[in-house]
């Protein structure tokens, strides 16, 4: 059972590097958080998932890979808006109400600390459920 997390770590490793390198750090901005949560989702499917395909080590690779690379997309689709894409938005759209632009910098830490909360749910809810799986 501790193969797979291994095996999740290679993999969560793999596609950290991966999409780094191709500029994407999930919504986090970092690469450790981004590691960290795809490899607990990683090793968390991998237990609750049937294995199939092919085995290699003892390992069955199908499952691991594809649910690494959908919780990585998944990551990479929540990232939030940057500065430089909301101002392309308000280019595109035409002239910007100023409540709009006050809106905007009213509360800039609000998504941060939100983003922050929903990190430490989602570690928590990892952990647990990965020790439940083991468990039982």
Known sequence: MYSIAIAAIGVALILT?????????????????????LFL???TMSIYITPIGPVF???AWVPIVFSGILVAL?????????????QFQREESGRVKENQELKDVDNPNAPVATLGIFFWVLIVLLIVSITVGLVF
Not at 80 to 86: D, F, G, I, L, V
């Open 41 to 43: 989702a990683i090793w």
């Open 17 to 37: 590097i991966f999409f780094s390198l191709i500029g994407m750090r999930g919504p986090w901005g970092s690469l450790w958080t981004f590691f960290l949560v």
């Open 57 to 59: 080590w003892n390992i």
């Open 74 to 86: 998944l990551l990479i689709a929540v990232i939030p808006e940057t500065e430089n894409s909301k």
